[in-house]
């Protein structure tokens, strides 16, 4: 059922499972299939993209670069996940730190 399912996704995500600790997140940060906690969802999103995850690296800087309530607007922060996710060939975030060094936000 739904409900067990998440139970385990956040049993993996606790324990450290990237993959789960990204999935919980968007799952916390846009509301679905649980409570909308930004907050939340903005930890689970940083501890899978401490951990690497492509993914988490990008929707962490795109909330650091919109400013949402959980982080704050954060260009530098939004620079460096951008740049992780980059690196790891998305190209949003390929473009959306190309936009950050044209307009001289939160780069040198």
């Not at 499972?17 to 689970?44: I, M, R, S």
């Not at 996710?85 to 001289?104: H, V």
């Amino acid at each position: 059922d739904e409900q067990r399912s998440l139970k385990l996704l956040r049993e993996a995500a606790e324990e450290g499972v990237v993959e789960a600790q990204f999935k919980l997140g968007v799952c916390l940060e846009q509301g679905l299939l649980l409570e909308k906690d930004t907050f939340e969802g903005a930890h689970f999103l940083e501890m899978a993209a401490r951990q690497g995850h492509e993914k988490a690296c990008y929707n962490l800087a795109v909330l650091y670069d919109e400013g949402s309530e959980a982080v704050g607007q954060d260009f530098e922060q939004a620079a460096y996940y951008y740049r992780k996710a980059a690196e790891d060939c998305n190209p949003k975030a390929q473009y959306n730190l190309g936009k950050l060094y044209e307009e001289g936000l939160g780069v040198e």
